[in-house]
Every structure is written in structure tokens, then in C-alpha cells.
């Protein structure tokens, strides 16, 4: 029997703590060897195929007793292949996001009670930040073009969806996984666009910098 399952406050979904963050629409390859996450993906499988992913702030991703974040992406499994040593590789990819609520024992593997978060309904400026997050990008994209450092530009279809559109652009962003983590968390879309905005001019500042210092005699 699976241990994902209801409760009165919150969802049980085993969790995935990683070094990365997984954003909405993101794509999450795994090789999982760990035999505590080879459990995992057994009751996963038996269920709905969904487990948690969060990151972790601070310690490793073997062996249990990091720091992990309170805001993380229930992950859908796509794919998988096992290996005859108990591995496995997965392909999943990201859906709605959620809170933890609390952490639970890490018996057979981590488990947590979140509550998955609704998507948000359309803010009144969230298109206009969107086009100048945009914007921001292709600035960005050119400059790393002009001065040599990007031998050719990402793929240019974006997405018609505001929220797609909005997670898509997060991806496409050069930033930390703490970076993408700040994003993830933000509280509202429009927070998340003026974020990944500032963190583009941000890395176009530096990129700017670093240009310049190249091209000193």
C-alpha cells in the first residue's frame, strides 16, 4: 500500500531532496541508486507516480540529515528504466507546487505533509512584467552573442500560457539553484517576473563588466 494519501491538513507525498530545484514544466532526469529512493520509486509507481522534490540548503544528497527548503515541485514520473543492480533511471517532470507542512520520518525514505499550492489566478500587470522579464532576456542573449561567450541563441518559441510562459522563462535564466529557488517561492507571479528580471540585469551587469575587463589593452 502506498503512503501517499490524504490527511486533514495536507497531502503525505514521499520527497525527493536534491541539489537542484525543480521548477513547474521543468524536466527531472534521476539516476536513482540510493536504496532508500529505490523504495521510494516503488510506492510512487504503485500510486499516482508523483512524489516531492525539494531543494536541499544545506549538507548532501547521500545519506540523509541535510537542511531542506519548505517550498518545492510535486514531480510526475514520465519514464523509467531499471538496471538489474536495483537502479533505476527516471525522467519526470514538474507540476503544481507546494508547502511543507511538516517533515515526517525518513522511514523507508523522506516523507512530508505539504499542501499543494492552486495556481494564481491573472494579476493585473503580469503580462507587462512578463514582456519586460523578456525583454531583459534578449538583452541578455545579445550582449553574451556580441562579446563571444553564447554561440547561439536559445530556442525563441516561448509559450502563449502566462503561467507556462512565466516558468519557461525561469528555466531559460542563467541562475543558481538558490537563485531558482528565490523564484520558486516568490509569492505571487508578479514578484516571481520582477525577480527573474533583477537577476538578468544582474548577470547582464556582470557579463558587462567582465566584457569590458577582456577588452583592456
Not at 59 to 77: K, M, N, P, Q, Y
Not at 101 to 117: G, H, K, N, T
Request: aromatic share 6%.
Amino acid at each position: 500500500m502506498s503512503d501517499i494519501g490524504a490527511s486533514n491538513t495536507g497531502i503525505v507525498m514521499p520527497m525527493f531532496p536534491l541539489g537542484s530545484v525543480l521548477l513547474p514544466d521543468g524536466v527531472l532526469p534521476l539516476h536513482i541508486f540510493e536504496p532508500r529512493f529505490q523504495q521510494l520509486l516503488n510506492h510512487a509507481l504503485e500510486a499516482d507516480r508523483r512524489f516531492g522534490v525539494v531543494l536541499i540548503t544545506r549538507g548532501s544528497e547521500v545519506g540523509g540529515g541535510e537542511t531542506r527548503a519548505d517550498i518545492g515541485t510535486v514531480a510526475t514520473i514520465d519514464d523509467y528504466q531499471r538496471f538489474d543492480d536495483g537502479r533505476a533511471a527516471v525522467v519526470s517532470h514538474g507540476a503544481s507546487r507546494f508547502r511543507v507542512i511538516e517533515w515526517l520520518e525518513d522511514d523507508p525514505y523522506p516523507r512530508a505533509l505539504i499542501q499543494e499550492l492552486d495556481p494564481e489566478p491573472e494579476g493585473r500587470n503580469d503580462h507587462d512584467l512578463l514582456r519586460t522579464a523578456r525583454e531583459s532576456f534578449d538583452a541578455l542573449i545579445e550582449l553574451g552573442q556580441k562579446l563571444g561567450r553564447l554561440e547561439s541563441a536559445p530556442n525563441a518559441d516561448w509559450e502563449s500560457d502566462l503561467e507556462a510562459a512565466t516558468w519557461q522563462l525561469a528555466a531559460r535564466s542563467p541562475c543558481t539553484p538558490l537563485d531558482q529557488y528565490s523564484v520558486l517561492s516568490a509569492p505571487t507571479r508578479a514578484d516571481r517576473l520582477m525577480l527573474i528580471d533583477q537577476l538578468l540585469r544582474d548577470v547582464y551587469g556582470d557579463l558587462e563588466l567582465m566584457g569590458g575587463l577582456d577588452s583592456s589593452p
